[in-house]
Structure formats: C-alpha cells, structure tokens
C-alpha cells in the first residue's frame, strides 16, 4: 500500500473489523447521506459505456437505486441524454456510433446544466480516445475517474494502459490528477489497491475494498457511472467520487466475504451495493 | 394495483399461496402447454436487441429451452433470419447497424411467413425510434409487447418514457392498446405491475410477478423474446403473450423467494426460467 | 456418444469418479502446466467477440487468470492490438466496425507474431461473415475452434449452422478439419458433445463437460478465447487447444455438480475456471 501522504487522511480497511456492528463503519457513515439520496431521488442517469461493461453498469446501478439509460448514437443520444439526471461517459469501445454521439451529448448535458463524469478507460496508446479524452475536459466533467495510467496520459504524461489495467499506483498520478482538477474545476478519483480522490481544496486515500473488484470486467466502468449518479445528490464532485468510491468498496469486501470466485463475487457485489447501508443491511 | 375492468379477468399473486402445491398454480397451469412445446419445439429465435439486454435475453431464452439468435447489420440479419423460427425486435439501443438492418429483417420474417414480435423500447422522445416504430406497424408485428408509455407514444398520445421506464400504468394504456390492435390484427402486451394482455377479442390483467423484475437490466427485453418464442407454438399472439407473461412473472415469484438482492435474482430467475412448470419444478 | 475412433484416445468423464480425489483426474493433470502457466503470466488478450458474450468471455478470461482487451474499431483495434500477447477473433456479430476492424487487427498481430486464434461462429449462410472465415485462414490462426457445422462450412462443405447451434457431431468435421490444418499449419478444435483437437500429427477426443454448456450463452467464444490465452504459454496450437477444452470441460463439470438450473450454472462456471486444478482446488 502506498504511505500516508502528509495532510492526507488514509483509512485502512485493517483497523475497521467486519462485524455485526458495521452499521458503524465511519467511512461508510462519512458518506452515508449521499447513499440514501441516490436511493431516494433514484436518478436516470445516461451511460455510454464500453459494450461489456453495459450489463455490469445497468445492474449495478439499478441496485444502487439509481436508473441507467443507454443509447450512443449521435441521432438519438443527445436528445434522449436532455431528460436524464446526469451523464457518464466512458470510451471503453468506442464505436464509431460512440466517437460520433459522445461530442454532442457531452455538449447536451453541458447545456442543460447536467453533472457529467468522464472515464478515459485505456487512453494513452489508442489513437482515437486519447485526443478525444483530452478535448472532453474542456466540457469540465464534475468528475474524471480512472486508473493511475489513464489519469497520466490524461495530461500527456505515461503512456497509459493496457485496456483496462494500470501500471502505475494512484499516488504516482497525483501530480497530474491536479493538473486535470485544474483544468476542470471539478474532481479527480484514481481507483487501484487505494484510491485516490482529490479537486482544488481536498485530498483523501480510500484504502477499502478488495483485489476481487478486478477479477470482474466493468467494476471500473460502473464506479464511473455511480460516480455519476451521486454527482446528482451530492453537493459536488468530490463528495460524488468519494460516496461512490466507499460505497464500491465496501460492497466488494462484504462480496468477497461471500463469495467462492469470481462469478459468485460478481453476484453479491450487485446484491451488497443493494444492501450496504440500508436498513438491516451493513 | 389497477382496479378491476369489467369484463376483465383479474388474477391476484395474493389469491394464489406460494407453497409445494405450486404445480397447481392455476395461471401456470392455463399457460402449461405453452411452455412445455417451447421446451420440446427449441424454436430458433433471431433477436435484435438492445446492446445492454443482450445476455439476458440469451440466456433466458436458451434457460427457458428456446434457442437466441443475434446479429443486426443488414448485410446479414436478413438472410440468417430466414432459418429462424421467429424474429424479436427491441429497439432499446438502435445502433446505425440495427437501424439499418430493421426493416431488412422484418421484411424477410414477413414474407417468409414467420411471427415477429415488436419491442418500442423507449419510443416517444427519441427522434429515430419512434418513427420507425409506428412504420413497423405496418408489418404486422403478432405482438407487440411494451410499458405503457411506449404503447402510448406508439399511436402519438402521451410522450413516452424515460429509457425503460414507465410513467404510466397499463390499464391507462388501454385504448392505445386497442388502436395497435387495430392495425397489426394482432395482440399487445402492456407490462407493468400489473400487465394487460389484448386482442381484438379478448383481455386480461396479469397480476403476478416482483418489483424485483425491475431492479434488472433487461426482463422487459427478454418477455418480448420469449413471448416471440412462445408464437411458434401458441395458436395466436394473444397465447403467446399470456403464455410469456405468466411464465416471467411465476419465475420472477419463485426468484424473488430465493434472492438475497439483484444480483441473485436475476440468477434465480435464469434457474426459474428453466424450472417453472417441470417435472419436479413448480 | 460419438464411438471411438481408431487410434484416438477417448477418454469418458464415466470413468472418472468424482470426489475429494480430484485433484488426480488424469485429464486435467495432463494440462495441468498450461493452465498455471497461463495464471502464472496473465496474458493480455484482445478480443473481438460476439456482443452477446462479450461478458462471459471477459470474465472467464479474468476468471482463469488472463486479462481481456476489447474494442474493434479499424481506427483502433490494429492499434491495441500490438501490446497484447494473443489475439481471439470470434464472428458471432460482425458489425460493421468489427468487419471493418478484423481484417488489419489480424494482420497486426500476425505482423508481430502474436499467436491468433478464429472462431467462425455461424458462418455458411451467412453471407459477410463465411468468405471472412475463410480468407482469414489464410493468415494462418495458430487454431481454429468451431462446433462441426462451422468447421464444415469453413471447407465449403456442409451449409453451416444455425446460430451457435452444430446439426453436426464433431467426428463428421474430422475431414474438413484435417483440410483447415494443411491450409493453417496449426490445430482445430471442434466443439461438440464430443471434441475433437487435432493438427497434423495428432488427434485426441476429449469426451468431458456437461450439456449444461450449451444452456449458456457464450461458452464457445469464452471457449475460443480462452484457448488463445493457452496459445500464449503452450508449445504450440494443439497443446493451447486440448488445454482450454479440458480446462472448460472440467469446470462445467464442477458447475453443473452445484447448480439448480442455467443461471447458476454460469456463476459456478465462472469460479470453477478459477478454481480447478488450484491449491486447494479441484
């Protein structure tokens, strides 16, 4: 695990015993209003998303209480994205309905003054999505959230990831998870074994979950689209990116708790982000 | 729930106990032929569906014994079309490929004398799929299967939904129904919480089934396939739609018994799917 | 069953008694390197598959220990495709930007060396996607994985199947398959109730799995793509191939032991390829 940045909190998922009390759980509990209000407001939320992520991220956010629409074509998407609560973006495919629909919906939900997030899954070596990420910044996603490599070539730097892996820890990244809060003016989560969130005034390491999360396709991709759903709630980027964040990972060690491999993960990571939190759940 | 309609058969989940009796099930039991030639028959479905369902929509069919079928452009769709036994059309996602390859489709189903069943996903708003939806009419469609907003927007009332969701309840559909009926000659299912299933000469209200069916991505998608699967073998479109209807609503019952949350529902209602009605299940 | 074959070995999962003693079954004990081997290195493999198993294929890749890659745009699946250690190109959709796509994404990976593998899922009627099949051989895949039907129409004999259906037991294709080798210089596998893995000095049947396979949707392209993944550690296509067909094999196996119907099943398939023949394991 990465060390303690000096002015950064570090929780650690060791000194926070799984139990029946986990009601208690003060990560949890930090961001625990943010849950509740996706639950309640259950926001539509329009995904373009990588063609196998779609089950992952439709599913995961129906059982955060959340609604997911999905449809990427430049005819229909910018129209339909108008009655949506918020956008998310990810350019995992990026077909060529995608590369043509993503510019104008991006620009629709800018518009319309919906909160958008953008995951620049596998940038750096892709020639198409690379340029287009950097571009998509200037419409100043409420949040950016990516692996350590993608937040690198973000910027220019690194040579980004191989599809969805990272080569690099999300401390590395943090130089220039700054440079596209600058940018943006929103908020930055880099996601790996710690997670980083940070905007202009904040900086937090999320040192939850579990190494499962990768063994599944589209964790990353629906942390994403979460992330969206709580920018409708929360009352800005970083606290989106950090409830969405806690509420993945916590799910994920209450599934790894349950789970005999990768397939039953999967299933109990969709059952706990439907149970993390709620009345008689963790 | 909807209030009874007069003359309208209204069937109550809580009128029926759940228990080991279930094979005396009597909505099952109205339907059991259906499903049990499905099971014999294996009708090959070709689906073009929505990108996000299409793994529901396999795997329930294959689980309900019926055999999927997918591809969309229209340099094949097509001509494979030809072999298949039914054709499902869902509009949900409407690449440029499924745009385009559509009308092909649905023009070889008809002419070689098929049964095709319309799905008007998230018709009303978006500006290429309604069109095309009320032009599909013309083509017959034995079912078309929708919530009922679509159904609404399908004949110009209403604006349609959001994504998949409804505004309104079926019964509110009721007359929309009867339009659609009225130019494809054959039948409309209108799901909801309490489904509507009409002909020209018949109508009931399904009352069966979970909220749990739409906590998943993707059951709506695959009661339009199975209903297309059940229209081999049903005498008719309003058959194969209760029969579908039933089936979906009975296994999502049993699923909604064993699930601990979303994600081991849908698992269940896979298992369901392939249990309901046989030998030693319900 | 198929009957035996004069100097092919066949092997019958009747004769191998389930239980505690598993971790002697002979058949898994015989690639046993390759699948450590694979857990061992984690090869990166791109993949063009089928939409509709674009998540089984992912997650079985994840779940076995390798890591997936997709996207299939001619813009940039050339491009990714250069930093994987194997190529996986499965037919099973063939949209307009995979048909655009394929082409230069085998000759990438051909151009660097990396081992390629073909899965001419459905081709015979199919107009597009047949003279792709068989141009492609030209570009010599290290194996070529397909139930009988689609090995026969990859020759010119036969017309094909019927989606992923084979109206074909794997003994019929043994001809054809010995054609596509002369053409390849590499390894067919044939899928069916039976499989056959052949080059041109061996050939084995590997009467192993579970029908439960066929009751979800993908398992053939998981299939395809995992045996790309072996094709990355093995000494050639024949050992990659009768690796990945024992290693799916026995993890149905396993599954359908555990599960109540087809949804189960894919869970339990999923952690029995992370499981089997691990310490602790199968």
Redesign the interface.
């Known amino acids: 695990m990465a060390a303690p940045v000096p002015g950064i909190v570090t929780r650690d998922a060791a000194q926070t015993p799984l139990g029946p009390d986990l009601g208690h759980d003060p990560d949890l509990a930090a961001v625990a209003h943010v849950i509740s209000a996706v639950r309640e407001r259950a926001p ?1 939320v329009h995904c373009i998303t ?3 992520s ?6 995961g956010l ?2 955060a209480g959340a ?7 430049e ?2 998407a910018p ?2 994205t ?3 609560d918020a956008l998310a973006v990810n350019l ?6 995608a ?1 043509d629909g993503i510019p104008a919906t991006v620009a629709a939900a800018v518009r319309d003054g919906r909160p958008w997030v953008l995951d620049p899954t ?1 940038i750096g ?5 690379t340029p287009l990420a950097r571009r998509l910044l200037d419409s100043r996603p409420v949040v950016v959230r990516g692996n350590a490599s993608e937040v690198l070539a973000l910027v220019g730097s690194g040579t980004g990831g ?4 990272s080569l690099s820890a999300p401390a590395a990244a943090d130089e220039a998870a700054r440079e596209v809060v600058r940018r943006t003016g929103g908020a930055v989560a880099v996601s790996g074994a710690t997670d980083l969130v940070l905007d202009a005034g904040r900086s937090t390491l999320v040192a939850r979950g579990t190494s499962q999360l ?5 964790t990353g991709c629906l942390l994403g689209a979460l992330t969206a759903a709580c920018s409708v709630v929360a009352e800005d980027g970083f606290e989106a990116a950090l409830a969405a964040t806690v509420w993945m990972n916590v799910a994920g060690e209450l599934a790894a708790e349950r ?6 993960f ?10 993390v939190g709620a009345e008689g759940g963790r």
């Open positions: 539509l990588a063609t196998v779609m089950g992952i991220v439709a599913d129906l059982a609604r997911p629409m999905m449809t990427e074509t005819a229909e129209v339909v108008t009655v949506a995992g495919t990026l077909s060529t309905d590369m596998a070596l892709a020639p198409v999505r191989r599809g969805a892996d990768t063994r599944v396709t589209g789970a005999a491999g990768p397939g039953s999967r299933m109990h990571l969709l059952d706990a982000l439907d149970g």
